[in-house]
């Protein structure tokens, strides 16, 4: 006997980049998430969505980064993906010393059965 396939839906989250500063970015997820009911079961943000593409120099690059280990985006985004039962998926500069990623992560939460 087989297991009916689940689906899972998507949600698509695009904006205008307000460039090098996380807390605008993070409020103006959260302002867009707010005004909708949680209808996705992930949540699919754009990439470097916790700082913007365009940049002119690597310093500013460097100031925009955040480590994967202290980062103020994937603490809020986590932070979201339980208080809507979801998850979401971004795009995210990455700094670890003086190098510099574009990464991605899946912020997840933990529940118990």
Known sequence: MTTPAKTLTAGLLQFTPV???IAAYIEKIDSLLN???KTADIGV????ASSGF???SKEEAM??????HNSRFIQYLTRKAAELNT????GIKEREENRLYNGAVLSIFHFQK
Do not use: H, I, R, T
């Not at 943000?45 to 470097?48: A, E, I, K, T, V």
């Not at 100031?63 to 994967?68: C, G, I, M, R, V």
């Not at 998850?87 to 971004?90: Q, R, W």
């Open 87 to 90: 998850f979401f998926v971004s």
């Open 63 to 68: 100031q925009s980064a955040e480590s994967l």
């Open 45 to 48: 943000l754009p990439g470097l």
């Open 19 to 21: 460039f090098g500063n």
């Open 54 to 56: 365009n940049l002119s």
């Open 35 to 37: 005004d909708k009911q």
